[in-house]
């Protein structure tokens, strides 16, 4: 499991601010497929049908209650598009990454 996988999100609090680009560039790194674009982090899944798909962002949300942290979710037939970022900061913080990897590791299963 990638090690960022394993960590917990933690609340974002007074005094954090967002990632720059070369930190969000380094932890980019630890992540397969995901993009930065703009102040988001970005990957679309792609799913063999409609039932797959749905199986996904429920388990998904699952996870995302667990570490109170929400994605946007873009859902079509076979497809969702995943984007994290931190709204409390307008900007990149460790658990858009943290929850990106636990979004990589839940496709694998």
Known sequence: MNDLASRKCRPCEGGVCPYSPQESSELLKQLTGWQIEGRKLVKTFAFANHYQTLAFVNALAWISHREDHHPVLQVGYNQCRV??????????SE?????????????EL
């Open 83 to 92: 984007e994290y970022w931190t709204h409390a900061i307008d900007g990149l």
């Open 95 to 107: 658990n858009d990454f943290v929850c990106a990897a636990k979004c990589d590791a839940l496709f």
